[in-house]
């Protein structure tokens, strides 16, 4: 499976991989928990997907010299590792997986497949603001899109909306880094620095609080 890893610093390191038909790597390092998770999962893709972003993690981990802790998700649906120690964020797309680990931090990561349709549905998860600066170029709208992504799953609690509390300050398509900040909530006025990366039509971002 093509792997790409990159150590962040001494504290995080992040993993992509490219999700194969092939059979699954060995999966041993998986908790009891875990495995029963796994099992659960009916739909193949689905399977594929969780399995490979877990995988991900694992290499994540390596490249810091962690032990595989585990993880469960919590109330919100974040996962959360089984001793306590340090902080994930899990994504998945349609060919792709992916992990981030800090050491301290709260983390969030995201990938998104480039759609043309996203264009249609701008008004639903932007500000006006945002809708203003943005050209209409799928490409910038996922930017958009996947930044608060992981905006939202470095805060994690649910009920943070992407158009109402989420907010990016302008930026261009070419940017590799996008500022954003949360407004309204329990975290108001939190700012953000969000990396981005692009891997042929996919658009990755990712955050460290
Ligand atoms: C839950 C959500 C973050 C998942 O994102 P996604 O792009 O659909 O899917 P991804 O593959 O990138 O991420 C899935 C992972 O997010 C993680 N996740 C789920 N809820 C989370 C939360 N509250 N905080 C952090 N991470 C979360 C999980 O680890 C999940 O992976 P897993 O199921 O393998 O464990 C997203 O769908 C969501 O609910 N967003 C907020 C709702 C919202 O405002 N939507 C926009 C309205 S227009």
Wanted: overall charge negative.
């Amino acid at each position: 499976m093509q792997t790409k890893i990159e150590k962040i610093d001494a504290s995080s390191a992040l993993a992509i991989k490219i999700i194969e038909d092939q059979e699954f790597e060995d999966l041993e390092f998986l908790s009891f928990r875990e495995k029963l998770s796994l099992a659960n999962i009916s739909h193949p893709e689905k399977k594929r997907e969780w399995a490979t972003a877990r995988l991900a993690i694992h290499d994540a981990l390596l490249q810091l010299q962690i032990p595989y802790p585990g993880f469960f998700k919590d109330e919100h649906g974040k996962s959360q590792s089984m001793n306590g120690h340090g902080y994930v964020s899990l994504t998945h797309t349609v060919g792709y997986a992916g992990a981030i680990f800090h050491r301290e931090q709260p983390v969030g990561i995201d990938m998104d497949l480039i759609r043309e349709k996203i264009l249609s549905i701008g008004f639903r998860f932007l500000d006006k603001i945002e809708l203003d600066f943005l050209q209409k170029d799928p490409a910038h709208y996922t930017m958009a899109w996947s930044a608060k992504e992981s905006i939202f799953k470095c805060q994690g609690k649910r009920g943070v909306s992407f158009r109402e509390n989420i907010l990016l300050d302008p930026f261009n398509p070419e940017d590799q880094v996008i500022k954003g900040r949360i407004r309204g909530t329990d975290y108001t006025d939190h700012h953000y620095t969000v990396e981005v990366r692009r891997l042929d039509n996919v658009i990755l971002t990712y955050t460290i609080w």
